[in-house]
Structures are given as C-alpha cells and as structure tokens.
C-alpha cells in the first residue's frame, strides 16, 4: 500500500524550514518568531507540495511548535506546559468549532432529504444550465449577507448543504473523483467566491469588517453602513457577475445544459411527496439558527452557541444520531489542521513578527507619491494574505498599519480605508485556508489544491482590476479621491 507521505516533498519543506531557522535573527525580532515563521513555512509548503495529508502536516506543526518551545513565555516557570497548552489553542476557537458543526448541520439537509427538495427547487427553477444554478445560489447569498454577520455561517450553515445536494443531484459525488468535474467543483468554488463578494459588499458581510471601521475611526476616517455598502456596490455586483463567467472559462463544468433537470427536478418533487417530520425539524432548526446569527448580538447569542444549539436539537430529536457526528470525517479533520494554521498565524502576529514585517514595508514606502504607493499597499496587503489562515487575523495584524502608511504619503483616506476594507471579503479567494468558509467548502472534497490555488489567483486577478477601475471610476463619482 502506498504511503500517503510523501518523503522527497517532506524533505524540501523541512529544508526551507531549516534554512530559515538557522539563518541569523533580522534586527527588531525575537528568535521565537522568527522560528515560528520557519516551522509556519515548513507547514505551509509542506500542504502546497501534498508532502502529507494536512492533518499529518498539521499535528507536526502542532509538535513542532511544542518542542522546539517557541511558544512558552521567556518567563515562564513551566516552559514545557506553557508550550503545549498555547500549541494547543487554536482548538479553542469558536469559529473553528463552528466550522464543525456547519459539517454536521449539513448532514441533517442531507439525510433527511430536505436538501435534495431544496435542490430539486432550484433546478426547477433555474437548472436549464450549470452556470444559472450558480447565479442562483450566489444570488441567496447576496441576499442574505446584509444580515447575517457572520459569513462561515452564512456559507457551511446556509448555502453549502444546497450547493452540495444540488451537485450531487447533478451526479457529483464527493466520494467519486471522476464525478467532481460533472458539477460540483465548478460550483463549490462559485459558492465560496460569491461569498467571499458578499462578505465585501456589506459591512455586516463578515467579521472582520467592523473591525476595520473601528481602526478607520482611529485615524478619523468615518465609515458609516450605507458608505461601505454604497462604495462596495458597483465594483461588488460586477464581481458577481464576472466570477461564474471566469470559473466556467477557467475550470468549466462538464456539465454546460442539464437538458430536461427542471422537468425531471420537478416530477422528483412530486415523487417525493409531502415535507415529513424530519425535514419540518430541519426546517425549523434552520430557521432558528437564521434567526440567532442575524440577532446574536441582540440576544448576546455568537454564531457558534446558535449552531450548537442546533445540533443539540437535531440529535435530541434524533433527526441526527451521535454515530452521523462520527461519521462526519471531513468535520473532524478540518477541526484539527484548521486548528493548527490558525494558531501558527496568531502567535505569528503576538510574537511581533507580523508588525516587523508591516513597519518595513512603512518604512519602504514612505517617501512614496499616493498615485504609486496607493496600488502598492493594496497588493501589499492583498497578497500577503497567502500567511494568514484567518481574515480577522489578518485585518487585526495589518490593517491600521497599512492605512496609516497610505495616509502618512497623501493617499485618499476614504477611498484607501474603504479599498483595505473591501479587501477583507475577496482576498480570502487565494488559498483553501485564507477566509471562514474555506475550510467547509474545500472540505467538500470536490476542488483539490492545486485547482483551488490556480483559480484563486486567478479570480484575485479579476477582482483587483474591477476594484481599480471600476471601484476607482467609482469613487470618483462619490467624491472619495
């Protein structure tokens, strides 16, 4: 039987690793973070170049953290524990867990085939053609992001399990890889790109958004709701126009004509007969948990608790049994190397190593004209999200830096405060890592890395140029430069 560890791969990212490690300290860091930075990159390559599954390659950073105690207080009287306990945090994330739970939600649209009848619905409605059944669940998500904060919900608890039935209504099977091209890859990465759009639109879309509203109010930049959505609104809807298009030329479906889907859809729902008692529990869970993410606040309720408790519900009402949560191996795994990336990114920024890298980039570009040092920070900021394993990471580390660079050389305040917050949402399209949902939609099974990494450059590509052109035309109008 073949080993799933691939040694040659393993040995050139543990020697980059190693190169890193050993080569001297640059000035302004602590060893500790530039270690971490060197057992991040071993990690890091090491998922890129398939040298193990990402679970193997994330309890060895895990392990690698621990040991090398580049995690334990300088002070600290048990180094050993100290390391352990923080190479272990990340499993104390919320959003990590509620990545989880979204899998096993999921699986209750599925097995109580409330999935398959939303599915049918749509592909009676709108399954003449793979590319109108995206617009069509991009379009849910559209409509759903002003009010739901939190996008991981919005996508794994919401979209994902349609998007998922309806490939597999279309013949995709997450279990059989000559399949996944019929649908299901081309609308896994549609779903998780319109909502990455979404999530920029608004600024209750995900987040991390407010999060930069509040490091904006710092420097005396007013953003306001309608100001956000307002500047977001004609680059964003020609985001989600253009991305299914790209996809469709990129990575297109086998799939292009259903033929009679919404005919055959329609009599199937028929066939199926009244909603039964599971899926009347589904749908009110569903609703509930609808209900909890978009008042949470209000209730002082976070999106995990909600979607615990609705989980609760469903295995009380055996709707879900316990042997279904065990059986949910993509939840499990995406827990635990999820877990490993997030905490390897924060202690990357706790440990000094991300402010090192923003103050030298300030210090690079100071002396800068705004008309240069405008796309330069954008890019920037953009494209060193290949880091970080979590968007409010990100926007936490760098953000304000940023934005006080760009202000410092005469750049629009408005306009670059609104473009690095625009950023938040579509940067996340680089990697299988990079935003909340990408975990559950990669999970799926249905996109493997290397498609998923291409079409994201890609589609990173799309998104910049609309944001420059037609967001700057854009802003013109609006009188923010």
């Not at 990159?41 to 679970?55: H, R, S, W």
């Not at 669940?137 to 399990?161: C, E, K």
């Not at 509930?288 to 989980?311: E, N, Q, R, Y």
């Not at 493997?448 to 140029?465: C, H």
């Amino acid at each position: 039987m073949k080993s799933e560890v691939n040694y040659k791969m393993m040995a050139l990212s543990a020697l980059i690793g190693v190169i890193l490690w050993y080569i001297p300290v640059p000035e302004g860091l602590t060893e500790n973070a530039w270690h971490l930075f060197g057992i991040f990159v071993f990690i890091i390559m090491g998922i890129i170049v398939k040298a193990a599954p990402m679970g193997t390659m994330a309890m060895l950073g895990i392990a690698l953290c621990a040991f090398s105690m580049v995690l334990a207080p300088p002070d600290s009287k048990n180094p050993a524990a100290d390391g352990i306990t923080n190479a272990l945090s990340g499993f104390g994330s919320s959003i990590i867990w509620l990545i989880g739970m979204a899998f096993f939600i999921a699986r209750g649209f599925i097995k109580t085939g409330l999935g398959s009848r939303i599915a049918y619905y749509f592909v009676s409605k709108m399954g003449k053609t793979t590319l109108g059944l995206s617009y069509g669940l991009n379009f849910a998500d559209l409509l759903l992001a002003p009010a739901v904060p939190s996008n991981t919900a919005r996508a794994g608890g919401i979209i994902y399990p349609i998007m998922k039935s309806v490939a597999m209504s279309l013949g995709s099977d997450p279990a059989k890889p000559e399949t996944h091209k019929k649908a299901g890859s081309f609308l896994t990465l549609s779903t998780y790109n319109a909502n990455l759009i979404t999530s920029t639109m608004f600024l209750t879309g995900t987040a991390s958004n407010p999060m930069a509203q509040r490091f904006a109010a710092e420097l005396g930049i007013k953003i306001t709701w309608g100001s956000w959505a307002i500047g977001a609104i004609v680059p964003g809807l020609l985001c989600m126009l253009l991305m299914p298009w790209v996809l469709y030329k990129v990575s297109p479906p086998q799939m292009k004509s259903t033929g009679d889907a919404p005919q055959m859809a329609a009599q199937k729902l028929k066939e199926m007969g009244p909603v039964s008692r599971n899926e009347w529990i589904m749908v009110a869970v569903f609703f509930l948990l609808l209900v909890l993410w978009i008042f949470g606040d209000l209730l002082h309720i976070d999106a995990t608790t909600a979607a615990l408790l609705g989980l609760c519900i469903l295995l009380l009402s055996q709707v879900l049994t316990w042997e279904d949560v065990k059986a949910e191996k993509g939840a499990w795994d995406t827990v635990v190397w999820f877990s490993s990336l997030v905490m390897m990114a924060s202690y990357l920024s706790k440990l000094g190593f991300i402010p090192w890298l923003s103050g030298n980039i300030e210090n690079y570009i100071k002396d800068f004209s705004w008309y240069l040092a405008f796309p330069i920070i954008i890019l920037l900021y953009f494209y060193l999200h290949y880091m970080f394993a979590s968007a409010t990471a990100h926007v936490a580390a760098m953000y304000f830096a940023m934005l006080s660079v760009g202000v410092s050389v005469g750049v629009p305040p408005v306009m670059l405060a609104l473009f690095l917050g625009y950023c938040g949402g579509i940067f996340g399209t680089l990697t299988h890592y990079g935003h909340g949902p990408a975990p559950i939609l990669f999970g799926s099974g249905y996109v493997p890395i290397n498609t998923w990494w291409k079409d994201g450059f890609i589609l990173s590509v799309v998104y910049l140029l609309v944001f420059f052109i037609a967001g700057g035309a854009w802003w013109k109008v609006l009188g923010y430069w």
